[in-house]
């Protein structure tokens, strides 16, 4: 019963289940894929129901472990709300972390048992909602090696966010990742290699997100370095245009001969 109400927003039965004793225990129960339903309000934005669930956790220390308990994907409500976008919910639990350093951690807790799982940052780069990120990024703005080190946790695939952001096509996360690299480090986040070999340039050629790689190779100066960059290789040696010659992406390959010609580089296959 809790959970359907939590599903479909129907608060007034959620109201009337949890208003019998013997029904409190619900607040625990789960669904098929271990949704609580915390986790199924925040899932599907029914901010009222997440309100309600709140206000019978008074103990901090209860509604931390609320926080903290996820789904049997590794997901939190918190995670899952940041995937969706759905801003209200993720300022709702984040205030009602008494710390700072709650908040922090609640941010860049992994996945569960997993060292290089997701974070509520990492889900929020791949669902595009850039004002959760900067949301997320204002608990550390006063700590630029921790807003740092969250930008740079890696994903599987040794993969960071500026690459996740590039990988699902995420323009304007990419242009807001690179804006606030400080100018020191800008190419050393463009030049960094996945496990495979890949920089963000390259994964945004191979996956055929020209408008990235364009703002990507906009944040070079001089045609030498944009140079170097059209020409990187993976760790099979190919450049981009082998691959995109052998992937068949023909759009692609134009476009790649076209930066070599104009910034004056060699076009070869």
């Known amino acids: 019963g809790a959970i359907i109400a939590t599903k479909y927003g129907r608060l007034t039965m959620l109201k009337f289940i949890l208003s019998f004793e013997k029904c409190q225990h619900l607040l625990h129960s789960t669904d098929d894929r271990g949704r609580t339903p915390f986790i199924q309000a925040c899932w599907n934005a029914h901010i009222s129901c997440v309100k309600f669930i709140l206000s019978k956790f008074e103990d901090n220390t209860a509604k931390q472990k ?3 308990s996820m789904d049997q994907y590794g997901k939190s409500g918190l995670m899952l709300a940041a995937w969706k976008g759905h801003e209200n919910v993720v300022r709702l639990i984040l205030s009602q972390c008494p710390t700072e350093q709650g908040k922090k951690y609640l941010i860049q ?4 048992d997993n060292a290089t799982g997701q974070t ?3 889900l929020a780069v791949i669902g595009g909602a850039l004002n959760v990120i900067r949301l997320f990024l204002s608990h550390f703005e006063n700590d630029g090696d921790a807003a740092e080190s969250v930008t740079e946790m890696l994903y599987n695939y040794k993969r960071t966010a500026l690459m996740l952001a590039v990988i699902n096509n995420r323009l304007e996360i990419v ?3 690179l804006s606030i690299c400080e100018p020191a480090k800008k190419m050393q986040r463009i030049e960094q290699k996945d496990f495979y070999g890949n ?3 390259v994964l945004a050629c191979q996956y055929e997100h020209e408008q990235v790689a364009e703002c990507i190779l906009q944040q070079l100066h001089d045609n030498q370095s944009k140079l ?3 020409n990187s290789c ?3 040696n190919e450049t981009l245009l082998q691959y995109a010659t052998k992937k068949r992406h023909f759009k692609m390959q134009q476009t790649i001969k076209n930066w070599n010609k104009q910034f004056g580089g060699a076009v070869n296959e």
């Open 199 to 201: 920089n963000i340039f």
């Open 120 to 122: 509520a940052f990492l």
């Open 234 to 236: 993976n760790n099979s």
């Open 228 to 230: 170097k960059l059209i």
């Open 175 to 177: 242009e807001f990742l």
């Open 109 to 112: 807790m992994r996945e569960r």
């Open 66 to 68: 609320l926080f903290r």
